[in-house]
């Protein structure tokens, strides 16, 4: 009698004990008995989560084994742009402080007043504005016309009903860079959102090659002051231009 119930006693508890001592809590993944057998440890990234029957290397290898590690080639950071130059590549898709709304689309334009990717030199511009002309004939020419007046092949045909607009105009001549972004972010009515079809840097390329555009139909040089912000291709900047010059002209006589 006596003896069963101290082994009775014993099994209850090292039952107790059994289910007590491996708790998990909050970043400590628990203890489990036969580990890696009912189902495998939900591991938090980046933390030291050290277990005792951890068998495949020792207390150093696995500090090492959490330590950040370098991302692979090609992997496309969330919330970051290039500009940072230290990312390998340009495919990134950081976090637009504007909603899909009207009201928003009127902030933008005001607000974002210039193209985020300045090049460097005439090389690099010449590089950006290729890219960009690659990248306007892909997803825009069809409908934007492979000049930017609006007379796309989607529209000529009367496949697509609804005007698209024409960047050879006034109004989008002399508009801020943010209304051509904002338009690439969220589309416009017919038009599509072509957010996830460009990255950041792309999607001012295609910007940078239709001011490009713009500027040759005005006569402008669109020079690498020009794509860097610091000289306007806007017709209005030009008549001024023009008057200086006559200004000059007036007091060399
Ligand atoms: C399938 C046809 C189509 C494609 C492709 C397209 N657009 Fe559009 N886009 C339109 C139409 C239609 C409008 C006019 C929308 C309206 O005003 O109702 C428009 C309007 C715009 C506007 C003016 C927005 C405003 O504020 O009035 C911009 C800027 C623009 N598009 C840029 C682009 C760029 C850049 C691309 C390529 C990345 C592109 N679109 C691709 C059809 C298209």
Redesign the pocket.
């Known amino acids: 009698m006596k003896r069963r119930s101290i082994i009775n006693l014993l099994t209850i508890s090292a039952l107790v004990l059994l289910f007590a001592a491996c708790q998990s809590k909050d970043n400590f993944t628990g203890r489990e008995y036969m580990p890696d057998m009912a189902h495998s440890i939900a591991y938090e990234a980046n933390q030291n989560t050290y277990y005792m029957f951890n068998h495949w290397g020792t207390k150093d290898d696995y500090q090492k084994f959490v330590q950040p590690r370098t991302p692979q080639d090609g992997t496309v950071a969330y919330g970051r742009t290039k500009i940072a130059d230290s990312l390998k590549n340009d495919l990134t898709y950081p976090r637009y402080a504007f909603a899909n709304t009207d009201e928003d ?1 009127t902030k933008a334009t005001e607000m974002i007043t210039s193209n985020a990717l300045k090049p460097k030199n005439a090389a690099e511009l010449e590089n950006v504005l290729g890219h960009g002309k690659e990248l ?1 004939e892909i ?2 020419s ?3 016309g492979k000049a930017g007046d609006g007379n ?1 092949k ?1 529209y000529e045909l009367g496949v ?1 009903p ?4 024409n960047f050879m105009s006034d109004q ?1 001549l002399s508009s801020n860079d943010g ?2 972004y ?3 972010m969220y ?6 959102a ?1 957010a996830d079809k ?1 990255s950041h840097d792309e999607r001012w390329k ?2 940078h090659y ?1 001011r490009s555009m713009q500027a040759a139909k005005s006569g402008a040089d669109y020079s690498l002051e020009a794509s860097r912000g610091e000289k306007s291709i806007k017709p209005e900047a030009k008549k001024e231009e023009k008057k200086d010059d006559k200004k000059d002209e007036k007091k060399g006589k």
């Open positions: 689309r306007y997803y825009c069809s409908c934007h796309g989607l697509y609804a005007a698209p607009a989008f209304r051509y904002h338009a690439i589309g416009k009515n017919v038009m599509l072509h460009l295609v910007i239709i």
